[in-house]
């Protein structure tokens, strides 16, 4: 009940087309849902965050879906470029008393956006 | 605005060895979460620390061991190192529940 499934394993895309990432979950007590760009060598990085009570969210080229009753969440990369090729991870945590929860992370997606 | 720094950014230690690694959170950042990435994989949760103690624990044995300072700064211990030990850590800094967590760029520790 506490993973996170994430698809595909890796993904191929040609410039300037859209990458989709899919990540599901079953414990329903998840209310954060983030997701992170990992470059080979650093850290996560926080990329985009959304949380139940609304349906998508967009900032920049990167939008996510989400699908309560689906238990499903998606990223989608608009206009995708090379710089993008890296790996994605999407997570999921709930609510600590109002304060910070620990982060279970999906598998990872390495994306690779060809020119 | 300095992010969350890591130090060392690698390390080498031979099996058996104990090792500390160290975290500065993201300035106004009060809460800071300890995560081991082996190769290929997605980090886990190995500790959390607010207010000098330690609030949450996920699935790590008793070797694995922390400490918060007064200034939030953080360090991870592991003791008796394993060779499955070998793996990037990451520190990461938070503030509330809304604020989002940030990652440092990690520590890559080989042990040999």
């Known amino acids: 009940q506490q993973q996170v499934k994430q698809s595909p394993q890796s993904l191929i895309v040609q410039k300037g087309g859209i990458s989709i990432i ?15 760009q990992q470059f080979p060598g650093k850290g996560p990085a926080l990329l985009i965050a959304i949380r139940p009570d609304v349906s998508e969210k967009k900032e920049g080229r990167f939008t996510i879906s989400f699908n309560k009753s689906a238990k499903q969440f998606s990223l989608h ?39 | 605005d300095a992010g969350v720094t890591q130090s060392p950014t690698h390390l080498i230690k031979t099996r058996g060895q104990q090792v500390t690694l ?24 190995i500790f959390q620390y607010y207010e000098e103690e330690e609030r949450q624990r996920g699935n790590f044995p008793d070797r694995f061991s922390g400490h918060q300072f007064p200034n939030y700064s953080s360090e991870l211990n592991v003791n008796a190192l394993l060779l499955g030990d070998s793996a990037l850590y990451l520190c990461a800094s938070s503030r509330g529940q809304g604020g989002g967590t940030f990652f440092g760029q990690g520590t890559r520790l080989t042990v040999v």
């Open chain 1, 77 to 115: 990369i608009m206009d995708s470029q090379p710089g993008d090729s890296a790996t994605y991870f999407c997570a999921a945590s709930m609510n600590y008393g109002g304060a910070t929860n620990k982060l279970i992370f999906g598998t990872g997606t390495l994306l690779a956006v060809q020119p």
């Open chain 1, 22 to 36: 899919n990540c599901a979950y079953e414990n329903t007590a998840f209310d954060y849902f983030p997701w992170y």
């Open chain 2, 22 to 45: 160290r975290c500065s959170p993201k300035s106004g950042h009060d809460t800071v979460s300890w995560y081991q990435q082996a190769l290929g994989q997605g980090p886990q949760f």
